[in-house]
């Protein structure tokens, strides 16, 4: 398992764009509506990444406004080790007509982490 993604909710979406892209200097890897007023941009500098997440409205988050995402090679033999470890999922894992699997877990402090498993 390996750290995927760093996701920045409730992001000042342009002033974000232009601070990672001309400041930091990653790249625009994907920027795609996903839903009604929500706009998600992923972007990357070598295998980091970071992910802006905007809505039209404000979404409170019990967890704040930042959760770490994991590869993972296969999300449900994950999904079954931390169930027997006792760690609650709070979600999934969920397949998408993508073919990524995604599961979300809350670590003690209530940090959302995503696990992400993509088709190959």
């Known amino acids: 398992m390996r750290v995927n993604f760093v996701t920045i909710y ?9 601070f990672y892209t001309q400041i930091l200097g990653f790249k625009i890897a994907r920027d795609f509506a996903a839903g009604p007023g929500r706009r998600i941009v992923f972007l990357e500098d070598g295998p980091t990444q970071i992910e802006l997440i905007a809505d039209a409205g404000v979404v409170e988050r019990a967890n704040g406004d930042i959760s770490i995402g994991f590869h993972v090679d296969d999300i449900e033999s994950v999904a079954s080790l931390l169930r027997s470890k006792g760690a609650a999922i709070a979600e999934g894992p969920t397949a998408f007509p993508t073919g990524v699997k995604l599961m979300r877990v809350l670590d003690p402090n209530g940090v959302a982490l995503g696990f992400v498993q993509e088709s190959r």
């Not at 409730?10 to 232009?18: D, L, Q």
């Open 10 to 18: 409730k992001a000042r979406m342009e002033e974000s764009i232009a």
